[in-house]
């Protein structure tokens, strides 16, 4: 099973300033098999990059994502009001799926 | 529209069994995998069951394998979870997930969720 990692586990930050989240497998993650999700108190997770560095349907493109290996990362460039959650990285390896722990993003 | 309704959340003694249902629209849902995800209160995403297009592969996670049976009938579009001898680590709120078309899995759409309470 791979393990994923997040850091940082909260990252405090304002409006208007980027932020860049980190997720960390224990194995390298076979064909950038990686995806991430912000989730909302109270909501369901919603999907936004997958793939490693692919946008999913209707998520702004100030959400991106690169990486590769064992080491991916999410960045939002400039953060509006709306993005401040928790998000997840998930990796999937023939049969096995994994989260991350998570890493909350809150307002400064 | 994509939409996916569970049901069947409830409180249950340990040792216990319950079903849950996962009822899908808006999409055609024979061609999709689908997906159980889990989430204990103030925790984290965890990843219990999913099954292929036609109900002939299914993959769990360790945690539940031998006690949950994940299960579909694209007649009624809908997904289930037969959850049995339910533990107190079994508690959460669990998801409903459709796979999304890229290689890989990963989870497009989501449920809102059906909890699971159990307490003696």
């Known amino acids: 099973e791979i393990v994923l990692t997040q850091s940082p586990g909260t990252l405090s930050l304002s409006p208007g300033e980027r932020a860049t989240l980190s997720c960390r497998a224990s194995h390298s993650v076979s064909n950038n098999y990686l995806g991430w999700y912000q989730q909302k108190p109270g909501q369901a997770p919603r999907l936004l990059i997958y793939g490693a560095s692919n946008r999913a349907t209707g998520i702004p493109d100030r959400f991106s994502g690169s990486g590769s290996g064992t080491d991916f990362t999410l960045t939002i460039s400039r953060l509006e009001p709306e993005d401040f959650a928790v998000f997840y990285c998930q990796q999937y390896d023939t049969s096995s799926i994994t989260f991350g722990q998570g890493t909350r993003l809150d307002i400064k | 529209e994509v939409q996916l309704v569970e049901s069947g959340g409830d409180l249950v003694q340990p040792g216990g069994s319950l079903r849950l249902s996962c009822a899908a629209s808006g999409f055609p849902f024979n061609t999709y995998w689908m997906s159980w995800v889990r989430q204990a209160p103030g925790k984290g995403l965890e990843w219990v069951a999913n099954i292929n297009q036609d109900g002939s592969e299914k993959h769990y996670v360790d945690s539940v394998r031998g006690r949950f049976t994940i299960s579909r009938d694209n007649a009624k579009t809908s997904l289930y979870l037969q959850m049995n001898s339910l533990r107190a680590e079994d508690m959460a709120m669990y998801f409903c997930?459709?796979?999304?078309?890229?290689?890989?899995?990963?989870?497009?759409?989501w449920g809102q969720g059906a909890l699971v309470t159990v307490s003696p």
């Open positions: 997930a459709r796979d999304h078309r890229a290689p890989g899995i990963f989870f497009e759409s």
